[in-house]
């Protein structure tokens, strides 16, 4: 695991994929890079200067950026359909505009934000994760985002709000996939309150300094990169702070096959497939899959105590 503070990149430093890929020097050095001088004023309109982020991006040796295209090409979007390639050549399909997200339940501030009164007091960081997919498929992705911990100080948690749960957009007039019953819309997911608030965990917006595709789950989607892929929640609309577990979609379509938590677990397999091993996009050979995604020293202690093979 290299974590090592975020390098300052210069106002005038834009962030398109030809910049990352010179960068890419650095990235392979372990040396993080944070800030996007680019990307606010893609935003809000308006030029703001460089910020520092406060987190680091965090690489595994050997981990090269997947592609800007293999990123959003290969997608795993049902409500754009079932194949990997579908969500892409759906993605028109996904309303983005204008777009509102509710905030519930256990908070002060509850209410119906905006995607601008939901960003912009917070500064826009870049994160380096591996995204690890249950199927044993794996990318690593340059995230724009803010840490989802800032957002939910933001609404003001009462002390029954033990869970969060987010709810991706229902539109089955325009998204294919919703017209399908194969599984339970909306897509609903969620995270104990503590793995919600870690530092790792993101709202994204963005990716390779770009607005978010919709195939990726524009506008905002949750990554949180020590659990398998479906717990990253996109396009979502609502977020709802409760006092019980709330339910999550591949909970409800297979209770034996995915749990709540679904960290990643090299120790615990999936019923129907190893997890030990995985494969990265653009990579011929397999790679040993880590605990926790890699992110073992950042997050296992939310867990101490507990039994992973019962709560997988
Ligand atoms: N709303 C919604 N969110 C979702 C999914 C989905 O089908 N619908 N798929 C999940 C799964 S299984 C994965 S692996 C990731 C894929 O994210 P990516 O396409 O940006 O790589 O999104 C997750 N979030
Ligand atoms: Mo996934």
Same mark, same amino acid.
């Given at each position: 695991?290299?974590?090592?503070?975020?390098?300052?990149?210069?106002?005038?430093?834009?962030?398109?994929?030809?910049?990352?890929?010179?960068?890419?020097?650095?990235?392979?050095?372990?040396?993080?890079?944070?800030?996007?001088?680019?990307?606010?004023?893609?935003?809000?309109?308006?030029?703001?200067?460089?910020?520092?982020?406060?987190?680091?991006?965090?690489?595994?040796?050997?981990?090269?950026?997947?592609?800007?295209?293999?990123?959003?090409?290969?997608?795993?979007?049902?409500?754009?359909?079932?194949?990997?390639?579908?969500?892409?050549?759906?993605?028109?399909?996904?309303?983005?505009? *204008?777009?509102? =997200?509710? !905030?519930?339940?256990?908070?002060?501030?509850?209410? #119906?934000? &905006? +995607?601008?009164?939901?960003?912009?007091?917070?500064?826009?960081?870049?994160?380096?994760?591996?995204?690890?997919?249950?199927?044993?498929?794996?990318?690593?992705?340059?995230?724009?985002?803010?840490?989802?911990?800032?957002?939910?100080?933001?609404?003001?948690?009462?002390?029954?709000?033990?869970?969060?749960?987010?709810?991706?957009?229902?539109?089955?007039?325009?998204?294919?996939?919703?017209?399908?019953?194969?599984?339970?819309?909306?897509?609903?997911?969620?995270?104990?309150?503590?793995?919600?608030?870690?530092?790792?965990?993101?709202?994204?917006?963005?990716?390779?300094?770009?607005?978010?595709?919709?195939?990726?789950?524009? *506008?905002?989607? =949750?990554? !949180?990169?020590?659990?398998?892929?479906?717990?990253? #929640?996109? &396009? +979502?609309?609502?977020?709802?702070?409760?006092?019980?577990?709330?339910?999550?979609?591949?909970?409800?379509?297979?209770?034996?096959?995915?749990?709540?938590?679904?960290?990643?677990?090299?120790?615990?397999?999936?019923?129907?497939?190893?997890?030990?091993?995985?494969?990265?996009?653009?990579?011929?050979?397999?790679?040993?899959?880590?605990?926790?995604?890699?992110?073992?020293?950042?997050?296992?202690?939310?867990?101490?105590?507990?039994?992973?093979?019962?709560?997988?």
């Amino acid at each position: 695991m290299i974590i090592k503070k975020p390098e300052k990149i210069a106002p005038s430093e834009i962030t398109p994929e030809d910049v990352y890929l010179k960068r890419r020097n650095f990235i392979k050095q372990g040396v993080a890079m944070a800030s996007m001088a680019a990307f606010p004023m893609l935003l809000n309109g308006c030029g703001e200067s460089s910020q520092t982020a406060d987190a680091a991006s965090q690489k595994q040796p050997g981990d090269n950026l997947n592609s800007y295209e293999d990123i959003t090409s290969y997608c795993n979007f049902y409500e754009l359909g079932f194949g990997k390639e579908d969500p892409k050549e759906n993605a028109d399909l996904l309303v983005t505009k *204008p777009w509102q =997200v509710a !905030v519930e339940g256990e908070v002060e501030n509850s209410g #119906i934000y &905006s +995607i601008d009164e939901l960003l912009k007091p917070h500064t826009i960081e870049e994160r380096i994760y591996r995204l690890r997919c249950v199927e044993a498929w794996s990318m690593v992705i340059p995230w724009m985002g803010i840490p989802l911990a800032e957002m939910i100080k933001r609404f003001k948690p009462t002390s029954r709000a033990k869970f969060v749960e987010f709810e991706t957009i229902y539109d089955p007039d325009n998204l294919p996939g919703q017209k399908s019953r194969s599984l339970a819309w909306p897509y609903v997911e969620g995270l104990r309150i503590d793995e919600a608030m870690n530092p790792l965990t993101l709202i994204a917006i963005g990716l390779y300094g770009k607005e978010l595709p919709n195939q990726n789950g524009a *506008p905002l989607r =949750v990554v !949180v990169p020590w659990k398998y892929g479906f717990k990253s #929640i996109k &396009s +979502i609309v609502a977020i709802r702070f409760v006092e019980q577990m709330p339910k999550t979609t591949w909970n409800l379509a297979s209770s034996r096959e995915y749990g709540f938590y679904a960290n990643v677990n090299p120790l615990v397999d999936h019923p129907r497939w190893s997890q030990k091993r995985e494969r990265r996009i653009g990579e011929f050979s397999k790679r040993p899959t880590l605990m926790f995604n890699g992110y073992a020293d950042e997050v296992a202690h939310l867990y101490s105590g507990m039994d992973l093979t019962r709560f997988f």
